[in-house]
């Protein structure tokens, strides 16, 4: 069943707006002297000197791992960039002397801008070689290109892990958050 609205007959106060104009102006005067003397209920945070503390949850940035001979622990397998929804892992493989190990990255990359943090790459490393536990969030940049994260980049971050090549994960890593969880950028 329709129901009958009754319209509003404002008078001519009112249809001028001169009085609501003011009203309004008053209204943001009194919230303007009441957050600069008072700074009572004011939600807008004082970025950068205050932060916000991100949730236990956040990731941050990925890190590459190290072994404790500080050699990187990628060996070059492509399984992270194999995983990886958003097709934003881009490594170049490279021969090594070491005839225990394939296989190094020569490059590895991962455009920030298209990454959306899933764990995927971490999920899928059987060498514990990458990690998204730093707590650093990504940096803004003026251009895309430095929203690419490289080796140095992410080795900087890294630390050293001693858990067995292809096999057991995090339970004998040396460390477990390399930044803790803080909200700086
Ligand atoms: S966190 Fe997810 S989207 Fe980002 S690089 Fe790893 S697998 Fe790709
Ligand atoms: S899955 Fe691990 S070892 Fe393989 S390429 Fe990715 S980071 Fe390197």
Known sequence: MAKVVNRMHPDFATQSYVVEAFKGVALVTRQFARN?????????????????????????KHRLMLR???????VACMLCATACPANCITIVAKEIDDPT????????????????????????????????????????????????AGVINLLS??????????????????????HGRSSGH
């Open 36 to 60: 600069l003397f008072a700074k009572k209920d004011i939600v807008t945070v004082q970025y950068p000197e205050d932060r916000r503390p991100y949730t236990p949850r956040f990731r941050g």
């Open 68 to 74: 404790d001979d500080k050699s990187v622990r990628c």
């Open 101 to 148: 190990i394939e296989k190094a990255p020569a490059s590895f990359d991962i455009d920030l801008l298209k990454c959306i943090y899933c764990g995927f790459c971490e999920e899928a490393c059987p060498c514990d070689a990458i990690r998204l536990d730093s707590g650093v969030h990504a940096i803004p940049s003026f251009t895309r290109r430095d929203q690419k």
């Open 157 to 178: 971050l890294g630390g050293v892990s001693i858990a067995s090549q292809g096999g057991e994960h995090r339970a004998h890593s040396h460390e477990g958050t390399a």
